[in-house]
C-alpha cells in the first residue's frame, strides 16, 4: 500500500490525461469506444479519490497525506511536490465526482456540433487542471495546473457553446490568464526572498514558504496584490466578475457546470492554500477590502437575479453571490469563517452544478434559456424536472437542513467575530449586509421557481409532450441530489475534516 | 603566433566544402534532379554536426584569439545546425514546386548564411563579428528575392538589402570607435579598457550604433520596418529563416558583444534595452492583431518575441553577477525555445501554402477538419508562443519574469504580462479559427514527408521542453559567458 500511498495523488490527476491522450488516438467513428474511455478513465480517477478518502487519516487532517516529492526542474528548485489536507481533500473528492457525472450525462446527451471526440477529451483534460490544482504544493507546479483548464475551457465554450460562445469563451480566456500572470510575478517575488530550512536555496514549495519574511510591509503587501488579482478574477469577486455571467451564459451545460462547480473554487482555494498562510500579515490589512468586496458581490449578484430574464444567467450571477459569502467567510480569518468558506466551496459546487444541469436540460426540452418562455406551469409539463428545480433552488438559497445553509451561516457567523486586529465593527456591518443579502437570494430564487414552475402552463408546451427526466439525467443527478441532502442534515461530514487543517491555518492570525 | 587549430573550426570547414559540392554538383543535375541538391546540403549539415559532435567539451581558442570554441559556441552552433535541417526539410518541396531550376544556388546561399551563424557563435572579437553578420546577411539579401518574377520578393529583397547596409555602415562606424578609444578588437580586452571608465560619451555613443546595427538583425523597434515587408515577400522557407536563424545569430553576437565586451556599462546600455524592448514587443503586438496575412502576423509576432529575448538585457542595470547571469540565461533560453515554435509554426504555413498559396488567415478556416494532425501542431506551436503551460514557450517567459523580477525591475515585467494577454488574443484567433470556423474547401491537404517530419521535430521539442524543462535550461548555466 504504501506504493499507492505515494502516487495514488498522480493517478486522480493523471488517469483523466492518459484517458484524453488515449481518446485521440481512437478514430473518429469509434463514438462508443470514445465514450467508454472517458467513463474509464473519469470514473477511475473517481475510484482513486474515493480509495484515497477511505485511507485518509481523519485524525490528523492538519497533516499533508499522501505525499510525493520528486525532483522537476532541479535549476529552480521547482518539484513535482503533491499532498493533500483537510482543505484540499474536500475539494478533490467534488472535482472527481462532478467530472464522472459529467460524462455520464455526456454519453447521452451532447450538445451541437456534436464531436464527442473533442468533447471527452477536453473535459478529461480539464479534469487534470483541476485535480492538479487542488493536490500541488509547489508553486511552479499549481500554476502549470492552474493554467492547464483555461485552453480546454476555452475549446469546451467556443465550440460547443450557444449565442455569443467565441466572445465569451476569449473573454473568459484574456481575464484569467490577466490574473494569472500577475500571480505568478508574485511567486516569483516571494520565491528571490525565500530561504529552504533545508537546503538554504530559494524554494517555491509551499510548506517551505510558510513563515518566511520576504521584505518590507510594502513589498509583501504588493506581492499580496499580484496574487488577490490572480486569485480574485478566478472566484470572480466584484468587480472582476464580469467575465463570468458571459462565460457561464454561453458555456455548454457541462462545461457550466464544472466552470461553477469547480473552476471558480480554485480562486478561492487559492486565498486558502496560498495568500493566507504565505502572507498572514498582509493577508490582514488586506481583510477589511476583502470583506467589503465580498458584501457587494452579495448584494450585487442577488440584485442582478433580480434583473435576470436568462436563466443560466440568473445562476451564474447568483454564483457571484455564493461566491461572496465564501470570501466574506475567508476575509474573517478565523476558524469558522474558513471552516465556512470550504463548506461553502462543497456545498455550492453541489448545488449550482445541479442547477446548471437542469438549466441545461430545460434549455434541451424547450430550446429557450428565457424564464417567461420556460414557464409559467413547468410542474404540469415535468413534474419530476420541476420538483428537481424547487428543491435545489430552494437549497441554494440556504434553507436550514440542505447543503446551501450552513456555508452561508456560520460565514455570516464568523463576521460577528473576525479575528483579532480587525475591526469587528465593520465586520458586524458586513455581517448585517450579508444577512440581507439571503434575504434577497431567497426572494430571487423563490421568484425563479414560481416564474417555472407556478401558474398554469401554455398549451403550446402542453401539446409537445415533453419528455420528463430520463434515466441518464437521472443517474448524473442522483448522487448531487444526495450530497445536497446529507450534507444539509450532517454537515460533520465536511467540517469533521477541514477544521483541524482550518485551526492550524489560522493560528497565525492569532 | 600560435598554430591554427583547425580541429575547433572542423564544422565551418566540413559546412564550407558542402556547399561548395552543391554549387558544382548543381552544374550537372538536369532541372527535374535539382532536388538532390536538398540531400547535399542536409548531408553537409549532418556532418558538420558529427564533427560538431567531436569538441563538445572542449574549450579551444585560435585565429589568434578570434575564434573561440566554448560551452556557448557549441550551444549556438547546435542550435544553428538544428534549424538548418529543419529548414532544408521544409524547403525541399517548396523550392521543388516554386524555383525548380534555382535550387543549387538556394542551397548554396543558404549554408553560406549558416555558415555565418556558426562563426557568430564562436566570434568574440570585433572584426569576426562584422565578417560573421554580413556573412550571415548578405545570402540573406539574395534568398529574400528568389521568387524573381514577384513583385513583392524584389521589394522584399531590396527592402531587407538597404536597410541591411545602411544599419551595417552604422554598426562599422561604432566598432571603429571603440577600437579608437581602446586600441583592442578582441571583446576581453574591450572589457578591460572600458572597466574605469563607465560613461565616457564616446563609448557610449559607439555601443548605441553597433546596438543599432544588430537590432536591425533582430528586428527591434526602431529597426524593425523591413520586417513584414521582407518575410511576407520572401518565399516561405525563407521567412522562416529570417525569423529564426538569421534572428539567433543577431542575438548570439549581441549577447556576447554586450555581457562581455560592454559589460561594464550595463548602466549606459540597459535603459536604452528597456525602452527598446517594451516597444518591440509592444508594438508587435499591436500590429500583430490587425494582421490578415498569416506571414505577416508571425512577422509582427516574431517582432513581439525579439522584444521578449530584448528584456533581460534592460533588467541588469547596474546588476551584481547572479542577475546578470540569469538575465543571460533567460535570454538563452528564450531565443532557444522561441526558434523551434517559431519554426514550427513556419513549416505549418508552409503545409498550407502548397494548397493556398495566399497565406491568409481565413485560409486555416476548419484546418482542424481537414487536417487534425496539422492543425493541432498548429495549436501547439501558437499557444507556446503565446507563453501557455506546460508548452516550452510558458518557461521561455518564466525566466524572462524571473529575471525581472529578482533584478527588482517589476514594472517592466508588468508591461510584459499585458503585453502576453494582447499576444494571446491574436494566437488564439488563429488557434480557434482552425477549429469553430467550417472550412472553404473541405480536402486534405497533403502534407509532404520533409514537412512532416520538421514539424514533428519541433513539435517533440515544445511539448517535451514544456514537461521538463531543464532540458534547455541545463544549458544555459554551463554556457554563460558571463563570470562565475
Same mark, same amino acid.
Given at each position: ?510 | 603566433? !600560435? ?252 549577447? !556576447? ?43 509582427? !509576432? ?139 474547401? !473541405? ?42
Amino acid at each position: 500500500m504504501e506504493t499507492f500511498d505515494t502516487w495514488s495523488l498522480s493517478l486522480v490527476v493523471f488517469l483523466p490525461l492518459v484517458g484524453a491522450l488515449l481518446i485521440t488516438v481512437v478514430p473518429k467513428a469509434q463514438e462508443a469506444a470514445v465514450r467508454a474511455v472517458a467513463l474509464v478513465a473519469s470514473g477511475g480517477s473517481l475510484v482513486v479519490s474515493i480509495v484515497v478518502l477511505a485511507r485518509f487519516d481523519f485524525d490528523n487532517t492538519r497533516t499533508f497525506q499522501f505525499i510525493v516529492d520528486k525532483s522537476w526542474i532541479e535549476t529552480i528548485g521547482a518539484r513535482y511536490h503533491m499532498a493533500i489536507d483537510g482543505i484540499s481533500l474536500p475539494l478533490l473528492v467534488l472535482t472527481t465526482l462532478l467530472v464522472f457525472l459529467c460524462v455520464v450525462y455526456s454519453t447521452k446527451i451532447m450538445p451541437e456540433p456534436h464531436r464527442p471526440k473533442g468533447f471527452f477529451a477536453l473535459i478529461l483534460l480539464l479534469a487534470t487542471g483541476m485535480s492538479g490544482t487542488f493536490t500541488s504544493l509547489d508553486l511552479v507546479l499549481f500554476f502549470v495546473f492552474w493554467e492547464l483548464v483555461l485552453v480546454p475551457m476555452y475549446f469546451l465554450i467556443a465550440i460547443w457553446g450557444s449565442e455569443r460562445k467565441e466572445y465569451s469563451a476569449l473573454k473568459f480566456f484574456l481575464y484569467t490568464l490577466f490574473g494569472s500572470v500577475f500571480m505568478l510575478l508574485g511567486f516569483l517575488a516571494m520565491y528571490f526572498r525565500s530561504r529552504h530550512p533545508v537546503t538554504g536555496a530559494h524554494t517555491f514549495d509551499m510548506i517551505a514558504l510558510q513563515g518566511q519574511t520576504f521584505g518590507s510591509k510594502a513589498f509583501v503587501n504588493l506581492v499580496f496584490a499580484g496574487l488577490f488579482l490572480g486569485f480574485a478574477i478566478k472566484v470572480p469577486m466584484w468587480p472582476f466578475h464580469t467575465w463570468l455571467p458571459d462565460a457561464h451564459g454561453d458555456a455548454p451545460t457541462v462545461g457550466s457546470v464544472l466552470l461553477a462547480g469547480i473552476l471558480l473554487k480554485m480562486g478561492t482555494y487559492g486565498f486558502i492554500r496560498i495568500a493566507l498562510p504565505l502572507l498572514p500579515d498582509a493577508a490582514r490589512d488586506w481583510a477589511p477590502y476583502i470583506g467589503a468586496l465580498s458584501v457587494v458581490a452579495i448584494l450585487y449578484g442577488a440584485l442582478c437575479c433580480l434583473a435576470q430574464k436568462d436563466i443560466k444567467r440568473l445562476i451564474a450571477f447568483s454564483s457571484v453571490g455564493h461566491m461572496g459569502f465564501i470570501m466574506l467567510g475567508i476575509s474573517t480569518l478565523t476558524d469558522t469563517g474558513l471552516n465556512a468558506a470550504i463548506f461553502g466551496m462543497v456545498a455550492h459546487g453541489v448545488i449550482t452544478g445541479m442547477l446548471f444541469f437542469l438549466a441545461g436540460s430545460i434549455y434541451e426540452r424547450f430550446h429557450t434559456r428565457q424564464i417567461d418562455q420556460i414557464g409559467p406551469g413547468m410542474m404540469q409539463v415535468m413534474p419530476y424536472l420541476g420538483g428537481i428545480l424547487a428543491f435545489s433552488a430552494i437549497a441554494s438559497l440556504g434553507l436550514p437542513g440542505l447543503a446551501g445553509f450552513w456555508g452561508e451561516v456560520l460565514s455570516l457567523l464568523a463576521a460577528f467575530n473576525p479575528a483579532e486586529g480587525l475591526n469587528v465593527g465593520l465586520f458586524r456591518t458586513y455581517m448585517v449586509l450579508g444577512g440581507v443579502g439571503t434575504i434577497l437570494t431567497a426572494g430571487y430564487m423563490l421568484w425563479l421557481v414560481q416564474r417555472l414552475n407556478l401558474g398554469k402552463a401554455s398549451e403550446k408546451h402542453v401539446g409537445e409532450k415533453l419528455p420528463d427526466v430520463r434515466p441518464v439525467e437521472l443517474a448524473a443527478w442522483t448522487p448531487l441530489l444526495i450530497a445536497i441532502f446529507a450534507l444539509g442534515v450532517y454537515p460533520r461530514a465536511v467540517l469533521e475534516i477541514t477544521n483541524s487543517a482550518v485551526t492550524g491555518l489560522t493560528g497565525l492570525f492569532g | 603566433m !600560435s598554430p591554427i587549430d583547425l580541429h575547433a573550426a572542423l564544422p565551418e570547414i566540413i559546412l564550407t566544402a558542402a556547399l561548395l559540392l552543391v554549387l558544382t554538383i548543381d552544374l550537372f543535375l538536369p532541372d527535374e534532379r535539382k532536388k538532390w541538391n536538398s540531400l547535399i546540403a542536409m548531408l553537409g549539415v549532418m556532418g558538420s554536426l558529427v564533427a560538431l559532435g567531436t569538441l563538445v567539451g572542449e574549450r579551444k581558442t585560435t585565429f589568434a584569439g578570434m575564434f573561440v570554441i566554448d560551452g556557448y559556441a557549441l550551444l549556438f552552433k547546435f542550435l544553428f545546425l538544428t534549424v538548418a535541417a529543419i529548414v532544408i526539410l521544409i524547403s525541399i518541396d517548396y523550392l521543388d514546386d516554386n524555383t525548380r531550376n534555382a535550387q543549387g544556388e538556394f542551397y548554396f546561399l543558404l549554408l553560406s548564411s549558416f555558415l555565418g551563424m556558426l562563426l557568430m557563435a564562436s566570434a568574440r572579437d570585433l572584426v569576426m563579428l562584422f565578417v560573421a553578420l554580413e556573412l550571415v546577411s548578405a545570402p540573406g539579401f539574395l534568398v529574400a528575392g528568389f521568387r524573381k518574377r514577384d513583385a513583392r520578393s524584389n521589394e522584399a529583397a531590396i527592402k531587407f538589402f538597404l536597410f541591411g547596409v545602411l544599419s551595417t555602415a552604422i554598426m562599422l562606424f561604432g566598432m571603429s570607435l571603440i577600437y579608437g578609444v581602446t586600441r583592442a578588437t578582441n571583446l576581453t580586452e574591450i572589457a578591460n579598457a572600458l572597466q574605469n571608465t563607465p560613461d565616457d560619451p564616446l563609448v557610449v555613443a559607439s555601443i548605441l550604433l553597433i546596438v543599432a546595427g544588430f537590432g536591425f538583425k533582430v528586428s527591434a523597434v526602431p529597426f524593425h520596418f523591413w520586417a513584414p515587408d521582407t518575410y511576407e515577400g520572401s518565399p516561405i522557407p525563407v521567412a522562416a529563416f529570417l525569423s529564426v536563424a538569421s534572428k539567433a545569430a543577431g542575438f548570439a553576437g549581441l549577447l !556576447s558583444l554586450m555581457f562581455v565586451g560592454f559589460v561594464h556599462q550595463t548602466g549606459s546600455w540597459a535603459p536604452g534595452f528597456a525602452i527598446m524592448a517594451v516597444l518591440t514587443m509592444t508594438i508587435g503586438n499591436v500590429v500583430a492583431m490587425q494582421q490578415s496575412n498569416i506571414v505577416r502576423l508571425l512577422a509582427y !509576432s516574431s517582432i513581439a518575441q525579439a522584444g521578449y529575448i530584448l528584456l533581460p538585457f534592460a533588467v541588469v542595470d547596474g546588476a551584481g553577477p547572479v542577475v546578470l547571469r540569469e538575465a543571460f540565461a533567460a535570454a538563452l533560453t528564450y531565443i532557444l525555445i522561441y526558434s523551434f515554435m517559431n519554426i514550427g509554426a513556419f513549416a505549418v504555413v508552409i503545409a498550407v501554402a502548397r494548397k493556398q498559396p495566399s497565406n491568409l488567415i481565413s485560409d486555416y478556416d476548419g484546418l482542424a477538419q481537414r487536417e487534425p494532425g496539422l492543425a493541432a501542431a498548429m495549436l501547439f506551436f501558437l499557444l507556446s508562443l503565446a507563453g501557455i503551460p506546460p508548452l516550452a514557450g510558458f518557461w521561455a517567459k518564466f525566466f524572462v519574469f524571473s529575471a525581472a523580477i529578482d533584478a527588482d525591475s517589476a514594472w517592466i515585467a508588468a508591461v510584459m504580462v499585458v503585453n502576453s494577454v494582447i499576444g494571446l488574443y491574436y494566437y488564439l484567433s488563429v488557434g480557434s479559427r482552425m477549429y469553430l470556423r467550417p472550412a472553404s474547401d !473541405s480536402s486534405p491537404l497533403g502534407v509532404s514527408y520533409p514537412v512532416a517530419v520538421a514539424i514533428a521535430l519541433a513539435l517533440i521539442v515544445v511539448v517535451a521542453v514544456g514537461i521538463f524543462p531543464d532540458f534547455f535550461n541545463h544549458f544555459s548555466p554551463r554556457s554563460t559567458l558571463v563570470a562565475g
